[in-house]
């Protein structure tokens, strides 16, 4: 090689890929370092997704998390289209993603849509054309690449980045990069997921475990099933995502307004892309105060999820509109690390608000009941606090939880409150009555239930030492909360020196109208006819200026 040009041309393209593997590796540390940086697996799903997409100078970056019974990969974050449709993808050999993920390898695609490219690396390989259909992009270049588990070899995600913007195939520096990408992840990952315990996946109804083996081969959407079962035409559910778009409302919101979809048509497409059992919104459920505590409402929103029951079979019950998102952040078994066996439960969004409603209350009323009972003590203790101490804390965080008690009950209807102390370790039950029925609002721990009473006998001038005896009495809720409300107390004692209570909400309120009553026209005009006869003798002896 003589030629001092070509050798200077040489040298040239040699330092311009030694600064361009500079550059890429700069900017792939600074991603590792966000990533490090993050403290739950969804932050750095979220928080690194753009840049990684600028890493490799691409349009569109979908990344995939395995799900919990390691047979499909759920997309979680997409980066370069208009909109976001969730999808489940079997690990088989009938799509990119699907492939990668079996084999673990890295696919470097020129052209997706080039079926003798794809043969060249499998017979049976082929390109999801339909989800391009759907979403109105064109694919082309592709760099799918797998996040495996360093210790067990065992497979987290998939990242699949699409089209380079100079229009050229992915070069050899970014299969390069997405390999140190793709361990860095795997690092990640597993540092913030709770270390492999056998947790028990929920119990699905056998006609849930069909639907899930037979569409394990096609691409699965949240609503799919209301497509398949002719409830809502496809282009009718595209038409509710644009509405979604244009609005901003939840889809489900959309489906059910616009398109008079039924609650439970929804409820079964979500049972079954889940693969979990549905649970409806039950208005006498009693709130887990137990498992509750240590759950604020505004992180309970937030997140999305929140526990309902424990039981022997099922272990801990979680519901959730999202149960993939919460099954892939791990965080239930973080917040909740003595419980071995976790059930999970879909719902719908406004069944799930509605669930929140029910169990942190919607009133003007700061903070939480689970904050309040904590704040007064410990559990274990059987309290013996006095009139006078009570008194002298007149903003304690036992004045709050009473003010909360009664104006929960007042905001959801309530005609009385019945307050049920239980002897010995029993709590004390806090029930509402609507409409003649009693649902279930609270449990009080044990070593509350004397502080209650006595607050309340304070409240309406009753003697708090007298236990033995029936008393009763009313309370002006304007002097302790923000309603101009009365409420007439009666106390009763019961076994083992508990006193029960009921408290009846007299709402002060306008006189109703004739017409309002809800009167058939027959009873609404006799009534009137039997008015005007009582009224009349009275009327005709007033002077006329009365009348």
């Known amino acids: 090689m003589n030629d001092p040009a070509l050798v200077q041309d040489i040298e040239a393209a040699s330092l311009a890929e030694m600064g361009n593997k500079l550059a890429f590796s700069k900017k ?3 991603v590792a370092n966000k990533i490090h940086a993050a403290h739950n697996i969804d932050e ?3 928080e690194v997704s753009e840049d990684i997409c600028s890493i490799f100078e691409a349009e569109n970056l979908t990344i995939y998390v395995t799900t919990e019974d390691n047979s499909s990969i759920v997309s979680k974050v997409k980066i370069g289209l208009n909109e976001f449709k969730e999808l489940k993808l079997p690990i088989n050999l009938q799509s990119m993603a699907g492939y990668v993920a079996s084999h ?4 470097n695609i020129a052209d997706a849509y080039d079926d003798a490219e794809l043969q060249k690396i499998s017979p049976k390989l082929r390109f999801l054309k339909e989800v391009d259909k759907k979403t109105g992009f064109h694919t082309k270049q592709m760099l799918v690449f797998p996040i495996v588990n360093l210790q067990d070899d065992s497979l987290m995600g998939v990242v699949q980045v699409i089209n380079t913007l100079s229009g050229l195939p992915f070069p050899s520096i970014c299969e390069e990069g997405a390999q140190e990408l793709a361990k860095t992840l795997a690092i990640a990952f597993n540092n913030r997921r709770l270390s492999p315990e056998v947790v028990n996946q929920p119990k699905v ?4 475990v069909e639907q899930r083996e037979v569409q394990l081969d096609v691409v699965k959407a949240k609503f799919d099933m209301l497509v398949t079962e002719g409830i809502i035409s496809g282009a009718e559910l595209e038409l509710a995502q644009r509405s979604v778009r244009k609005k901003n409302k939840d889809l489900e919101e959309v489906l059910m307004g616009e398109f008079q979809i039924s609650g439970a048509d929804i409820g079964k497409s979500l049972s079954a892309f889940f693969a979990v059992p549905l649970e409806n919104y ?3 459920r009693i709130k887990p105060m137990d498992l509750l505590k240590k759950l604020k409402h505004d992180y309970v929103l937030a997140n999305g999820w929140m526990p309902i029951d424990e039981s022997k079979d099922e272990g801990l019950i979680i519901l959730t509109p999202d149960p993939e998102k919460v099954k892939s952040s791990r965080i239930v078994n973080n917040i909740f690390p003595r419980h071995a066996k976790i059930s999970y439960k879909v719902c719908l969004r406004r069944d799930f608000y509605k669930t929140v409603e029910l169990f942190y209350g919607v009133s003007g009323m700061s903070g939480d009941i689970g904050d309040m009972l904590t704040a007064l003590g410990g559990e274990d203790e059987e309290s013996g606090i006095g009139a006078e101490d009570i008194s002298a804390a007149a903003d304690n965080e036992l004045v709050k939880l009473v003010n909360k008690i009664i104006i929960d009950a007042y905001n959801q209807g309530a005609s009385d409150i019945h ?3 239980y002897p010995d370790k029993g709590k004390t039950e806090v029930r509402f009555r609507k409409d003649g029925t009693l649902f279930n609002y609270i449990e009080v721990p044990p070593s509350y239930r004397n502080p209650l009473t006595a607050r309340i006998k304070i409240m309406c001038d009753l003697d708090i030492s007298e236990r033995r005896k029936p008393q009763d009495d009313k309370i002006k809720f304007k002097k302790y909360g923000p309603l101009d409300i009365e409420l007439r107390v009666a106390t009763i004692p019961t076994a083992g020196g508990m006193e029960d209570i009921v408290m009846r909400i007299l709402a002060g309120g306008k006189p109703i109208p004739l017409d309002k009553l809800g009167l ?7 009534l009137k006819e039997l008015i005007a006869q009582t009224l009349w003798p009275v009327l005709r002896l007033r002077p006329h200026w009365l009348r």
């Open 44 to 46: 750095i799903i979220l």
């Open 28 to 30: 792939l540390q600074a």
């Open 419 to 421: 307050i049920e102390p």
């Open 205 to 208: 109804a056998p006609n849930l």
């Open 520 to 526: 058939s026209v027959h009873n609404n005009k006799k």
């Open 282 to 284: 039950k208005a006498d």
């Open 104 to 107: 673990k390898i890295i696919l």
